[in-house]
């Protein structure tokens, strides 16, 4: 463990009553079942994060810089699950052998990044069945209409009308269960699941309050104080994507790279000086802001500026800048899918881990519902 990891005040710490006299108060009846190690105090003082992926597509651009850098600094300093949410990508249908190649390719991404599985509890969603359980549980306290009112739902009924299966409605319990399962206080995500999060908050809440309990946190939204980023695509409209066929991807040869960026959509150039960039020209400068040094940034802003830009120039050192960020992460994929004894390693460590905390909770809360041994 990381001896570097800075101690909150221990006001947070006690995990048993969520006072703040850790020391004081009084013991359980018979006292603590076990004394608590360093490492575990270490664990209370921190917050637990939580954050999923889907294993449908590789990751892509906006996934690197919207989620994964944000999960590389988020690890240190806290209780980090992350995982990948392959109940959830069952969906849309996916074949037996996708499904597996998806979600090994998927984890070989997210340990390429730098999600490190010795700091965070790495892991597959369907490892830890007991997920399926809070799940089931929820599920008696969610409400059909506020389910059938769901941006994502709705959208998912438009995209695909032949398949509007019951997981696609209960989809932000079953996300709601992954978060609160593990008791966490944050979680990175994106705009686009800012409204299951508050679902997630109310699940939480509305247990508490049919139990007469405080017992699960309401986490928050994380994302380090700034705007979350959002990375457009290279179609001229709307940001980077799955399945929209307009992102880069961490596993994109550097030829596949160069072929994208230089077919990115822009417009026919600026017709008078100042003129504001279009949109599409605008996405451009907006992934080259995250990507190229501020000097490039700049000298092709006044270019534009001053109508003397050419798309050709700015778009082949885009593509530069954006090999020197991908090109290290492709090749440790590639290092690390040929590794399948690490990767076995990694899941089953992680698996092991993630029960630990899981089943923990489904003990506590089955107590809670009434579940009680003859
Ligand atoms: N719904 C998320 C997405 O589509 C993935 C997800 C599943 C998730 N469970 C989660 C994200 C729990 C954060 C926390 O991106």
Known sequence: MNNNIPLRPLQKLCALCGLNKLFLHPQPEGGLKKPLTLHDFL???MDTVVSGIRSTGNLHLGNYFGAVVNFLKMQKENNCFFFIADYHSLTT???????HSNIKQILAEYLACGIDPDVATVFIQSDVPEVTELYLLLNMNAYVGELERTTSFKEQIRKQPDNINAGLLTYPILMAADIIIHKANK?????????????????ARRFNTLYEVNYFPEPDAYNFGKQLLKIPGLDGTGKMGKSEGNGIFLADSPQEIRKKVMKAVTDTGPQKPGEKPSEPVKNLFTIMDVVSDPSTVKYFTEKHASCEIRYGDMKKQLAEDIIKVTDPIRERI?????????????????????????????????????YRPF
Do not use: C, N
């Open 187 to 203: 979680v990175p995500v994106g705009k686009d699941q800012e409204q299951h999060l508050e679902m997630t908050r109310r699940f």
């Open 43 to 45: 664990l209370l003082a």
């Open 334 to 370: 590639l290092q690390i899918l040929a590794d399948r004894k690490y990767l076995a390693r990694v899941v089953s460590e992680g698996a092991e881990k993630a029960r630990a905390s899981a089943s923990k909770t489904i003990r506590e809360v089955r107590e809670i519902i009434g």
């Open 93 to 99: 249908h996916p074949k037996p052998d996708d499904l």
